[in-house]
């Protein structure tokens, strides 16, 4: 992919290039390589990023035996980019044993604080986690419940420099329970432990922060319900309490759905988060509206939009989506994306329509 140079948003001209292979191992393992390259093109001297270029190569291990018992994933990645020399490398490994019963799971990673992946997301980096989780699952021989399900995940993050210093943990506990009717029941508890190394504000509201290099142990618990979904309309509750930093934090949710066959489904989804600090800290009320339509014309056209409201991010969204599969796997969308500011009233923010186009080659 090419994408021109924007002096005025001060974006340079690059190519981006992904290359993958893939080579099949055993019985439904397979190991994979990838090269990503992003190359500034750009005509000007000034490299507005500041890198010339940034490449990664990598290689993955993804291990999946016969009867699905062992599942995992390792993988090396190391990125190279101008005056990078060091701690650019990203590693994991990921493994999970599956029974009737038993659900077990062994996780790691490590991301160094100069690992770079400009057509990438990485959202946190300089860090090194675990996050193992084990489940048991126990199926009563008659009743109304199919399965009871007890779960414990805790999940640590470090930073490696320059002390092996315990920035996050969380430790979520769980019990689900499923019904026959496929209805759901489940309650979790979270103990949480951060620490700020830097200033933080986690009611969102830009009121005064949290100051840094301070510490929180919170605990917050849920509860969340979800209806029978095989009938036309069925529904989703939830509600979140608890401790948030040095605060208290109230979240109740609902999504309902209402289905017309053969042809189409509506929904509707509402979320608030009271957030309360103890002064001078500050206090927000957010909410999160949204509605979707999708339509089934044919068995090769289809239609969905998503209405969005969000006062927090003082938006109003519209995303809708014309789909035509007019070959296997094989398909043409045209999209319109239209956004609203809603401080004082509905003022344009940005709009754009967009056609793609994707054809799948049989050789």
Request: charged fraction near 20%; proline fraction near 4%.
């Amino acid at each position: 992919m090419q994408t021109a140079q924007d002096d005025k948003y001060n974006i340079e001209a690059a190519n981006n290039l992904v290359v993958a292979l893939q080579h099949r191992v055993f019985s439904r393992s397979s190991i994979n390589a990838v090269f990503v390259n992003r190359q500034n093109t750009s005509n000007s001297e000034e490299v507005f990023t500041g890198r010339s270029y940034n490449r990664v190569v990598g290689l993955d291990y993804n291990l999946a035996n016969l009867d699905n018992t062992w599942n995992g994933k390792f993988y090396l990645h190391k990125s190279f980019s101008p005056a990078v020399e060091e701690d650019d490398l990203s590693a994991g490994a990921t493994l999970i044993y599956n029974s009737q019963n038993w659900r077990i799971r062994g996780s790691g990673l490590f991301i160094g604080d100069n690992f770079i992946s400009d057509l990438g997301f990485i959202p946190r980096k300089g860090i090194f986690k675990i996050d193992p989780q084990v489940e048991y699952l126990l199926f009563p021989s008659n009743g109304s419940v199919n399965a009871h399900t007890f779960s414990i995940s805790p999940e640590f993050l470090w930073k490696p420099e320059p002390d092996f210093q315990l920035a996050d943990y969380n430790i979520v506990s769980g019990w689900q329970i499923g019904f026959k009717n496929t209805s759901e029941i489940s309650a979790r508890v979270i103990h949480q432990y951060t620490y700020l190394f830097s200033d933080f504000d986690p009611s969102r509201s830009g009121g005064i922060p949290l100051p840094a290099n301070t510490d929180y142990y919170y605990t917050s618990g849920q509860l969340r319900y979800q209806s029978d979904n095989r009938y036309a309309f069925s529904y989703n509750l939830g509600i979140t309490y608890g401790q948030l930093f040095n605060g208290t934090i109230l979240t109740p949710n609902i999504d309902l759905n209402f289905r017309l066959q053969p042809k189409y489904i509506f929904s509707l989804q509402a979320r608030y988060d009271k957030v309360e600090l103890p002064e001078p800290f500050a206090k927000n009320d957010i909410w999160l509206l949204g509605s979707k339509i999708d339509v089934t014309f044919t068995r090769s056209i289809f239609w969905a939009t998503l209405v969005q409201y969000s006062n927090q991010e003082q938006n109003f969204g519209i995303n809708s989506r014309l789909q035509w599969r007019f070959a296997p796997l094989s398909d043409l969308y045209l999209i319109y994306n239209d956004n609203y500011f809603t401080n004082d009233q509905l003022t344009p923010r940005y709009r754009s329509i967009n056609l793609k186009v994707t054809y799948w080659l049989y050789l």
